[in-house]
Structure formats: C-alpha cells, structure tokens
C-alpha cells in the first residue's frame, strides 16, 4: 500500500466505539509519524485512540504533548482497567513510538549501547589444549587444581562462588556416575560430571580432601582462581581461559545432550523465557535420572 | 375520642402555642365561647379530613364531633336560653382576633415574632421524643402559595392582600417552565436521615412564610438558628442553588457559624474556577493546584436519572479532580482560619516541584509541566485559609463528587413535604384552598396543614415498621418501591 492510501486510511478512520474527540487525537497523532503501512498505521491508531479515551475521561487536554507524555503513558499502561498483560506491552510500546515521532523533545531517544549476547563455547581441541596445559603445571597440586578447575567448569558448569567452594568430598561417584555437590550459594545442587571428565576430576578430588578443590583456604576469597586461570594462560595458540565460556561449553553439550535445539525448533521457540516459566512447574528428576541424562558417557 | 384528636390536642397542649395565643386575645365582657386552642384543633380537624382551610369547614369539623367532645371543647355551651352550638360569625371573630393578635402592627409581608414562634413551637410539638435526636440534617426548599386576592390592576398597587406580592415559580406543567403567581413563599426545613445513616421519617420540623418581594433564603435563615439556640443542634443543611446563590452574609456564613454544615447544589454561575488564593484555584468551594486541568474544574453535576456508564464517567473525573484539591490539613479556628495542604506534599499527586512525591506510583496523575514561577501553595507545605475564601460555596463535600451525590439527593425530602401539601388528594394549597387575606391567617393553616402531614408520615412511618419487621419474622427482605422510571433502551429492547 502506499503512502497516500494509508494517509487516505488514517483520515478517514473512525470507529464507533472510540470516541469522536479520542479518534481525532489519534488521526492527528499517527498521520505525523511518517510512513507507515496500513496495519501499522491501524494498530498506532488504536493505540493513540485508547490512550485518548482514558486520558480525556480523565480530564486532560486531547493535545500530544499532554496525553503522549511519558508519565502519561505510562500511568495508562500500568492502571488503565480492563486492559491484559500483553495488551498493555503492546500499547504503550505503540505509543512510545508515536510519542518518539510526534513529541520528541519530551523523551529524547536512548543512546545506543552494545548488548551482551552468550559467550561462545570452547571448542573440544581448545578444552584438549587447556587440559594439557594443566598436566604440563610444575607441582602436583597445581595440576590437580587446574584439572579441577576445567573439569567443574566444562564438565558440570560451575562458576564463580559455586566453583570456588566445591571441596574434594563434595564430589563424588554415585547414581551411575559422578556428581559435584554444590552446597553454598544461591541454588545448591548435585551437578552431573560430563563422562569424559571424570577420570581427571576424581583424581583431583582424591588429592583435595576435604580441602578446597580450586584451593585457597577461604571460599569467599574473590581471587582463588586468578592464579590457575594466569598459569593455563597458553600464549597465542589458546584463547584466554575464562570460566564463563567454561560454563558456555557446559550449556552447549548439555544441550546437545538432551536434545535442545531439536526441541525448540520445533516449538518455534528462540528465547528460553517463557520456557522457563514452564518448566519452573515440572518435576527436575531425581538424581539417576539426571545423571543418566546429563552424565552419560556419550560425552 | 378520636385518636386523631388526641393527637391534635396533644400537639396543641405541648406547644404552649394555644395558650399563649389565648393570653394575647383581647380581654372580652363576656365569656368567649370559641378559645383559640378549640379553633386550632378544629382547624386540624378540617385538614386532616382532607378539606379545605374554609373556616365554614372549621365549623363543621367541629359540630360533627362526639358530643362529649364538643362539650369539652366548648363547641357546645349551655346558655341561659338553652343548649347553644358554635356559630360561623364566632368561628370568624376568633380567627379575626388572632390573626390580629398575631399580626405586625404594620403589616410589611413577613411573619411576626410572635406568629414565627407559635409555627415553630407547633412544629416542634409534632415530633413525638422518639424521632426528635433521630437526625440532625433537614432539608430546605420553599415553595408558591397564591393568595386568594386578585392581584392589582394595572397601574394600580390595591388589592384585597395588600401583603401579597408577585412571585416567580417554576412549573413541570407542559408549557413556558416558569411564570410569575401572586402571594407567598413558604419555606420549610424537612427532617432527612443522616449521611449514610438508617431512614428516619421525613417530618417538616420548621417553616417561614413570607410575601414574595421578601427572600425566603433569607427568612428561614434566623428561623433555622433559633433551633441552636432552643437546644437543638444544626447538622447537615440540604438546599439547592436558589438559596446557595445567595451572598454568603445571608446563607452560608450565618448558618456554617451556627454549626450547620451545608449540602448544596452551586448555581451555574458559582460553578467552576472563580479566582485563586496563594496561587490555589479556588473552585466550587474547594481550593486546587494551580496545574489541574481545566475540563476537570469545568465538572458539573450529573443530570437525574443519567445513565450508568456516563455516572462512572463522572465518578472518575470526580476522582480525578479530588486528586487535585488542597486537603484540610486542621480544622477551622476560632476565627474560620484553616490550612490545607498541597496535593502533591499529601502524596496525592506527582510534581517536579515536590521531587519526593515523583517516587510515588504512577497511579497518581503527574503535573506535566509546573509552574515557572511557583506560587505560595507549591513552594509552601500548607497554607492558611481565610472564612472569606469560598465561603458562599465551601460545603460539606466536595461538589459534584459521588459522595456530594448521594448526600445531596437527600434533599428530595423537602420537595416530599411540598408535593403533598399540594396533593390534589389530600390538601393541596393551591388558590382558593384558603381564603382568608394576609400573612398571618394564612401562615397559620400552612403551620396547621404541615402539622397534620407529620401525622401522616407518622402513620404511614409506624406501618412501615411494622410491615418491616412482620416480613423480617418470615424471613423476608423489606419492602422496596418498584422501579418506576423506563428507559430508552428498556423500550428498544425487544419483549
């Protein structure tokens, strides 16, 4: 549709549940936010008309820089009755973009900055390389806590306080395979060790103890891993070890695992939100079932 | 005796009136058959028979007693000659020398102190002790009473009631909605339940007649303050704009000082933003920010009987409007002074100039764009409120919000008490119900005829009662009146 047949659409649209006065607000609004497609050009309309009904009710002046101001957009967002969830998303992201074309001055727009995405995972050869920078360390501690750190963070996905507080009891061969229990922090759990970790892990685990596997003395201290991650440090034929993207292969082959991008693919899924609200209502399994799942042996 | 006698002599005797009117008689060489306390009762016999004030009927309200009543009442005395009955010519010259005693010595068409107390004391005597505390709030309203004099020719100013004058009312008729009468307005202040408070019946506890070259406003005004001073405490004052209309010396400020506290619709013009006080917009009685918006102080008061949708409409600008308004932050003094409150520093609404109240929720409406140069209600907490501010249209809610709503239909109380004084059915004051010339006459029948009618509401009051609690035994709802008004969308439906 062009242009002009929109343009022609929007000063003729007027329908008999919105109100005369809230109707030309919106004819008057959505014909200055430049070109538009008909639906588009429809869906803004309707967006501005409801806004005009409830701030006109409410006694405000039917004029953009009055009912398009931020506050009151938001004030018709959160407390217009009768509205649902989405409608109300829907709506004032309408409006936001009418009141960006029309009233720019009341909110000027925000200055672009980069977004965080996920961190690649290693690759199999790098996780190679990092386990055998760990062997070539000159102490046996060192290599133990270095194999440790690779092992939790690639193999079972811990980080930070939860990788720093894993002692060597706290892992363990059971359930059919081997399990880190995470004990501290904001979500202890039992972990499934990735099969082709295990050996090494266990090892490293025989030789803590009851001692920190990471080492250090205190858990809470922010910098124990500073020093294994500086000597894993493998110049230029390694990236940089980061337990971020440790974790990032943990997520990546536990996906594959369980099949996860077959699933939501099929679902037509790409962010895991709402997914999550689903499945925050499920059972999780017990322990064998996970271990069964996640530390098998295929990996 | 009739129970209705005795109710009426009961009435009479409790009053006092009958027997101060008797002492103001003058004194007679003979004895005068007709006393002033057997007249008023046989004028509320007449009444409450449905007939009208004709003093002829008087008389044969009285002959068609029992005739032990009549012989106690003196309709009947024994002569030197005989038995002998009560006579018109008697029944005139009593009425005449009342209404004599009773009148000003210069007859200038408003009622007597004398006259005002014998109306009063009447009134108050026919509210049984049950019903006296049970509400405070009355509801004032005056209405027509054409004389029975012709008016004046043209270019003449004699008549038969020289106290009479030319009046406007306001008909429901079909045709022109107002036209001009000649006689007397009669004010009265009906007896309606508190706010929120059980019903109570609605009985007529004072009344002021008046000509019509004289402000009824202004009439029931002293009549309405001599009620504190007889140990009787003003409460809510219901009236519509034809009183709230007038200067605040003559209503308001008078009867706010008397601790009445007023329930009234505002004229038009008394509408809307009138002025301002420390930058406040003073508006129907109440104070706001400087920032509201202008439809909202434009509200008006819904029509009667508007339709569901368009009265939560008006509820929510209503809302919307009190979000703006000056709370009372203390009560008044001694003096009327009061203080009131910022909206925004009450947490009400949203203002760049209290930046404390910008993290309240954005339920609250946000002052879009403050004043450049703030006035003392923005860049004060609070600020002191003078009597003279408002003080025609300052009232107990504020107008026209829901509460004012609901409040201010309590006043249909005092239209009750005027409609059936002109109930073809029963008595109905229209020209030629009385025929007697001047105020004072005729002040009292009106005062006899609204006796009469608080008997009426008490029958019908006491039924009711009993009704109620009969069906409450069986377990059943009270009583309610059917719905008797169709709209148009009741008619479109199909049947």
Known sequence: MTTAATQAYIARWGPPSVSVSAAGFARAAVARCGDLGRERAKNLLWAAARLGDYGIALGMAAAPEVLLHPSVIERFAAHSPGLSPSARRTLRTNLRFIARRVVPALRPGDAPLGRERAKPPYTPAEIAGFLALADAQPTTGRRMRASALICLAAGAGLTGGDLRAVRGTDVARRSGGVVAVVRGGRAPRAVPVLARYHARLLEAAAFAGDRLICGGRDPHRRNVTCPLVSSLAGGTGLPALDTSRLRSTWLADAAALIGLPAFMHAAGITCSQRLGDIIATLDPGDEAAVVALLGGSAR | ?495
């Open chain 2, 1 to 495: 005796m009739s129970v209705l006698l005795e109710a009426i002599e009961d009435i009479l005797d409790a009053s006092g009136a009958a027997a101060q009117i008797q002492a103001l008689l003058p004194a007679s060489v003979r004895h005068r058959q007709l006393t002033a306390r057997t007249l008023l009762t046989g004028m509320m016999l007449t009444l409450a028979d449905g007939r009208p004030a004709h003093l002829t009927r008087v008389r044969q309200a009285l002959l068609a007693l029992p005739q032990a009543d009549q012989e106690r009442l003196g309709v009947t005395v024994t002569w030197k000659t005989g038995p002998h009955q009560l006579t018109y010519r008697q029944t005139e010259h009593t009425t005449r020398l009342i209404a004599r005693a009773l009148a000003k010595d210069q007859p200038d068409g408003a009622p007597s102190a004398a006259l005002q107390a014998f109306c009063d004391a009447l009134l108050e005597a026919s509210i049984p002790a049950a019903h006296k505390n049970s509400s405070s709030a009355l509801a004032a309203d005056w209405t027509d009473v054409e004389t029975w004099s012709r008016p004046p020719r043209h270019g003449s100013t004699s008549c038969a009631d020289p106290e009479a004058s030319w009046g406007h009312r306001t008909t429901n008729l079909p045709g022109p909605k107002g036209e001009m009468f000649f006689g007397y307005y009669l004010s009265l202040a009906a007896m309606t339940r508190e706010d929120n408070g059980p019903p109570v019946p609605e009985l007529t506890r004072r009344m002021t007649a008046g000509s019509c070259d004289h402000d009824p406003a202004r009439a029931l005004v002293p009549v309405l303050l001599s009620m504190p001073a007889a140990g009787i405490p003003l409460g809510d004052i219901i009236d519509d704009s034809g009183y709230a209309h007038r200067d605040a010396q003559a209503w308001a400020i008078p009867l706010r000082r008397a601790g009445a506290q007023l329930v009234q619709d505002l004229h038009p013009h008394d509408r809307g933003p009138r002025g301002t006080h420390d930058g406040a917009i003073i508006a129907n009685g109440c104070l706001y920010c400087p920032c509201t918006p202008p439809a909202l102080l434009q509200l008006g008061p819904l029509p009667p009987g508007a339709p569901a949708g368009d009265i939560a409409a008006h509820d929510q600008q209503a809302a919307e409007l009190a979000r703006h308004k000056l709370g009372k932050h203390t009560g008044d003094d001694a003096d009327g002074y009061h203080r009131v409150t910022c909206p925004a520093a009450a947490g009400k609404i949203r203002c760049p100039l209290r930046p404390q109240s910008m993290t309240l929720d954005r339920d609250r409406p946000e002052i879009l764009t403050p004043p450049g140069h703030p006035p003392a209600c923005c860049t004060q907490q609070t600020i002191t409120v003078p009597p003279d501010v408002a003080a025609k249209t300052r009232q107990k809610h504020d107008y026209p919000s829901a509460d004012w709503r609901r409040s201010y239909s309590r006043r249909t109380s005092a239209e009750r008490a005027n409609s059936t004084l002109k109930d073809t059915a029963t008595t109905n004051i229209a020209r030629g119900w009385c025929r007697l010339f001047g105020l004072t006459p005729l002040t009292l029948w009106l005062a006899c005829a609204l006796v009469i009618r608080n008997q009426r509401i008490l029958i019908a009051w006491d039924a009711r009662q009993h009704d109620n609690a009969r069906r409450a035994a069986a377990g059943l709802p009270p009583r309610t009146r059917k719905r008797r008004r169709t709209s148009l969308a009741q008619l479109a439906a199909p049947p």
